[in-house]
Nanobody, 123 residues
């Protein structure tokens, strides 16, 4: 059974930081690219960052470049958790959104979504 368990959201002051986690199970992690998306109230879902489950490259949306870091703890390392992290630093009120994890197969494009976690940046 495919599962993407997302955690780590919360309330933080502007300039603060949070780390989101997306723990994957039920599929071959290394064959997928993991994406983070977010959806702010009243807005469409937008891309945030991507990384292959096996690592190697990363991609970021312009609004988060230099502030967010995506990383993976995959099955090639000891005590691997098949988890993707999104470290979010220097958070701004405009980062407030529901954050979602998505796993997309590298070859055939099949995709799975995790439930979102709410990030609220407010003073």
């Amino acid at each position: 059974q495919v599962q993407l368990v997302v955690s780590g959201g919360g309330l933080v002051h502007p300039g603060g930081c949070l780390r989101l986690s997306c723990a994957a199970s039920g599929f071959t992690f290394s064959r997928y690219v993991i994406h983070w998306y977010r959806q702010a109230p009243g807005k469409e879902r937008e891309f945030v960052a991507s990384i292959p489950g096996s690592g190697g490259w990363t991609n970021y949306a312009d609004p988060v470049k230099g502030r967010f870091t995506i990383s993976t703890d995959n099955a090639s390392t000891s005590n691997a958790k098949n988890t993707v992290y999104l470290q979010m630093n220097s958070l701004k009120p405009e980062d407030t959104a529901m954050y979602y994890c998505n796993a997309q197969h590298r070859d055939d494009g099949r995709a799975y979504w995790g439930k979102g976690t709410l990030v609220t940046v407010s003073s």
